[in-house]
């Protein structure tokens, strides 16, 4: 193991450095709790909301009008057949 302030190797189970006396103890690896997921999940969620309603807003459905010759059929607003 190599000391990080210094660069001297030192012995893998050595808990300070032979030369400088720096602690060469190796910080943990970080894991995300259970309550850093929920968080996360959440900023997620409403980012989601935020962007579909952002998204309904700015793009209205498209509405087009059917010809009555083409779709007798359908029951139009104007000029019901009964």
């Not at 660069?7 to 300070?16: P, Q, S, V, Y």
Request: aromatic residues 12%.
């Amino acid at each position: 193991m190599r000391c990080p302030k210094c660069n001297t190797e030192n012995k893998d189970d050595a808990k300070f450095c032979k030369k400088c006396g720096t602690a060469l103890i190796i910080k943990p690896v970080w894991r995300p709790t259970w309550m850093w997921h929920i968080k996360v999940l959440c900023v997620i969620f409403l980012v989601l909301i935020v962007l579909f309603f952002v998204l309904n807003a700015l793009f209205k459905p498209y509405m087009r009008k059917l010809p009555e010759d083409v779709t007798p059929w359908l029951k139009h607003e104007k000029g019901l057949k009964k």
